[in-house]
């Protein structure tokens, strides 16, 4: 049996589940996969931890209902893309990297390689030393000059 999920802002921002029985209800959307699948697999948990309604797919919601989900989401995620590695300060750790992302051109420091981690083929999530998650979606698909410089981290 499937439904149409209804999704909404409350007098306060928040997000809310409509039921099919329309009963409302604060939630928080919780990616399944964020990186191998961010449009796939989301589930709507309330204040209590419990799953209240599945998303399969974003694509599957009404153009209202998908805007505020993917609002809500914006708002608590924050990982800029790495397009492009412009320099390194040093190929030993820690270093200085100058990279321009999906957000704009910003610096990160590396403190150590295992602060790379390779995830779903071919992509690689980088921690800097201030604790934000920076992602590379295709390490192959970056230029010539990025690769060169990732390589020697890997």
């Given at each position: 049996?499937?439904?149409?999920?209804?999704?909404?802002?409350?007098?306060?921002?928040?997000?809310?589940?409509?039921?099919?029985?329309?009963?409302?209800?604060?939630?928080?959307?919780?990616?399944?996969?964020?990186?191998?699948?961010?449009?796939?697999?989301?589930?709507?948990?309330?204040?209590?931890?419990?799953?209240?309604?599945?998303?399969?797919?974003?694509?599957?919601?009404?153009?209202?209902?998908?805007?505020?989900?993917?609002?809500?989401?914006?708002?608590?995620?924050?990982?800029?893309?790495?397009?492009?590695?412009?320099?390194?300060?040093?190929?030993?750790?820690?270093s200085t990297w100058e990279v321009?992302?999906?957000?704009?051109?910003?610096?990160?420091?590396?403190?150590?390689?295992?602060?790379?981690?390779?995830?779903?083929?071919?992509?690689?999530?980088?921690?800097?030393?201030?604790?934000?998650?920076?992602?590379?979606?295709?390490?192959?698909?970056?230029?010539?000059?990025?690769?060169?410089?990732?390589?020697?981290?890997?």
């Open positions: 049996m499937t439904h149409t999920i209804t999704l909404e802002r409350n007098s306060f921002g928040q997000l809310v589940f409509v039921a099919p029985d329309g009963t409302r209800q604060q939630v928080n959307p919780v990616r399944s996969f964020p990186i191998a699948a961010p449009t796939e697999g989301i589930g709507l948990v309330n204040a209590e931890g419990e799953e209240v309604a599945w998303i399969t797919r974003i694509a599957d919601l009404s153009p209202a209902s998908r805007e505020v989900l993917e609002a809500d989401l914006s708002t608590r995620e924050f990982m800029p893309v790495i397009e492009r590695i412009r320099s390194v300060s040093s190929f030993a750790t820690p321009d992302t999906d957000r704009g051109p910003t610096s990160l420091v590396l403190k150590g390689e295992e602060d790379i981690r390779r995830l779903v083929r071919p992509a690689l999530l980088i921690a800097d030393s201030r604790g934000i998650n920076f992602l590379i979606r295709d390490r192959y698909a970056l230029d010539a000059h990025s690769k060169k410089m990732l390589d020697r981290f890997l």
